[in-house]
């Protein structure tokens, strides 16, 4: 864990309530995909813990959905402004375990850390195939930037107003080697019950600290009490307690 200051270098809306933000400065503590960051904001006591979509040497990528106050006050931010930021928090995705033909699902805000995930699938030559879920087509966001990185892309809308209608589960491909999920725990749940192969999970959870200190993010699972911003916020299936 590192604290820095970092600087906004964009901050754009994606759709009506989800918005991209890139920042420049010291990325050094962010070395895997899966990890998130912790926002200080001005008047609120809590930080406001972020996923990150996308990061390189120099700048950190984030994509948050604007639902309170502080995502509202990120929404409002220009270029130039500072944020002091705790990144390299988390355990992040295992890529190891992939196998040469892993699926990615991604549900709404689960979807900005299967990005940089699936950025490093690719570059390692295995064959990714993402599923972006939503429920109606004004909410999708990242699907060409999948495509760009060369992934077999689905999208999934609950009212079937764009691409397969349904759940991320109603598009799982016939064969994969191993999967890899991010989104609300109900998503999540289907996706452990229709899943035939083992995977990792990352779970959102609302949280104190974001390092591990105050447990107010312990959830039970088979091999004892773990913190999701400390030991998770990713885990193996075998390990959940569903």
């Known amino acids: 864990m590192k604290q820095s200051i970092f600087t906004i270098i964009s901050n754009e809306a994606l759709t ?5 933000m890139v920042l420049s ?5 962010v070395t895997n995909c899966g990890q998130f960051v912790n926002i200080q904001l001005d008047g609120l006591f809590l930080r406001r813990p972020i996923s990150v979509c996308d990061y390189d040497a120099e700048t950190l990528t984030i994509i948050y959905k604007v639902v309170g106050k502080g995502t509202e006050a990120m929404a409002g931010m220009k270029s130039g ?3 002091d930021i705790l990144t390299g928090l988390g355990n992040g995705y295992d890529l190891t375990l992939s196998g040469s033909n892993p699926v990615l699902l991604g549900g709404g805000v689960g979807v900005p850390p299967m990005y940089n995930l699936a950025k490093k699938l690719i570059g390692e030559g295995k064959k990714v ?4 879920g939503f429920n109606t087509e004004s909410e999708i966001f990242y699907e060409n930037e999948f495509k760009a990185l060369g992934c077999d892309v689905t999208v999934t809308t609950v009212d079937g ?8 589960t109603d598009a799982l491909p016939a064969s ?4 890899y999920t991010c989104g609300p725990e109900p998503m999540l749940k289907a996706v452990y ?4 192969t083992s995977g990792q999970m990352s779970f959102e959870e609302r949280m104190g600290c974001g390092f591990g200190a105050c447990m107010g993010c312990s959830c039970k699972t088979l091999t004892g009490y773990k913190r999701i911003c400390k030991e998770g916020p990713v885990m193996k299936k075998e390990d959940i307690l569903w």
Request: cysteine-free; overall charge positive; glycine content about 10%.
């Open 25 to 29: 400065g010291d990325t050094s503590a």
């Open 176 to 179: 994969y080697t191993y999967f």
């Open 161 to 168: 107003s764009y691409g397969v209608k349904g759940f991320v």
């Open 81 to 83: 402004e500072k944020l």
């Open 16 to 20: 009506r309530d989800v918005y991209k």
């Open 193 to 196: 019950k229709a899943t035939n």
């Open 129 to 132: 195939s993402v599923i972006l």
